[in-house]
């Protein structure tokens, strides 16, 4: 008898498993730490790009030619060897040329930028620009791209190695190094 009682609670109970709803433990509303929570983005959202580029380029080419030609004339070829018995010339003509170009640059900034669209896929398109001016010396920073929503931080900081389209335009006057009024007169001048 037990065992019949037995048998049957583990029936009743593989039954109410097998009816049983089966869900994940890990779902965007309890909040877990493993499964980042989907944030909406806007039109006119702020997002900080933390500017780290570097970028290098090297280029060698490099030439050579040679060219050479020779004229003997001997005795019995016609009327240049009564003038000149033995008429010898010769020329040649090397040329050897190398060039190289080393290019280097580095880009570190933070830019504060606006979302000014979001693609068809959810795509966040940015654009910002930062201008400094300090003593007339114009710094103006330009960044522009489109940035995936789950590459945004908590902080809505986004690395620019994770920006697709990327255009970044860094110009300045630097009017701190330009020479003086006088000292251009005086170079003029003398």
Not at 16 to 21: K, L, P
Not at 112 to 121: R, W
Not at 131 to 148: A, K
């Amino acid at each position: 008898m037990k065992r019949i009682f037995l048998f049957s609670l583990v029936g009743i109970l593989l039954l109410a498993a097998v009816s049983a709803e089966a869900s994940s433990l890990w779902t965007e509303e309890s909040g877990s730490y493993f499964i980042k929570p989907r944030r909406n983005f806007r039109v006119g959202d702020l997002l900080t790009i933390v500017i780290s580029e570097q970028s290098s380029a090297t280029s060698k080419t490099g030439v050579s030619s040679d060219e050479g030609s020779t004229i003997v004339v001997g005795p019995g070829a016609g009327l240049l060897t009564d003038l000149l018995p033995y008429l010898k010339a010769s020329n040649s003509t090397s040329y050897d040329g190398a060039t190289g170009t080393n290019k280097t640059g580095s880009l570190k900034a933070q830019i504060t930028v606006k979302v000014v669209a979001i693609d068809d896929n959810g795509n966040l398109c940015f654009e910002g620009t930062k201008e400094i001016n300090v003593n007339r010396d114009l710094q103006r920073l330009t960044f522009s791209g489109v940035v995936r929503p789950e590459d945004v931080d908590r902080n809505n900081t986004v690395l620019s190695t994770y920006v697709a389209e990327a255009k970044i335009d860094y110009i300045g006057n630097d009017y701190a190094t330009q020479k003086g009024l006088l000292t251009r007169a005086f170079e003029w001048l003398f």
